[in-house]
């Protein structure tokens, strides 16, 4: 059974920074992709950032440039650097693993089969 577990949420002023984290348990860390997504509230989820098993990443449009995804397998754990935060990024964060090994990331929540009980991140301006 796999189970992710994130943390590091919490309530930040604009312009901030907090780092999440998600640990995996169950099944070989190293071998999938690990994704990214946000719920605002009354919003439906969306796609933040995506690292694939080789250390390729892809961001949303919306974080491109103010976010960092990463990984270190040794701690089955991936990370999400957030910077510049701004109101509009407060929602839930949840992070997800590939339904595939050694595939590459994707936007897609289908693409998931695994997600996290969810951290929250408040912005405030």
């Known amino acids: 059974q796999v189970t992710l577990v994130e943390s590091g949420g919490g309530l930040v002023q604009a312009g901030g920074s907090l780092r999440l984290s998600c640990t995996a348990s169950?099944?070989?860390?190293?071998?999938?992709?690990m994704g990214w997504f946000r719920q605002a509230a009354g919003k439906e989820r969306e796609f933040v950032a995506a690292i694939s098993w080789s250390g390729a990443t892809n961001y949303a449009d919306s974080v491109t440039g103010r976010f960092t995804i990463s990984r270190d397998n040794a701690k089955n754990t991936v990370y999400l650097q957030m910077s510049t935060l701004k109101p509009e990024d407060t929602a839930v964060y949840y992070c997800a693993r590939r339904n595939n090994i050694l595939v590459p990331t994707s936007s897609y929540e289908s693409a998931y089969n695994y997600w996290g009980q969810g951290t929250q991140v408040t912005v405030s301006s």
């Open positions: 169950g099944g070989t860390f190293s071998r999938y992709a």
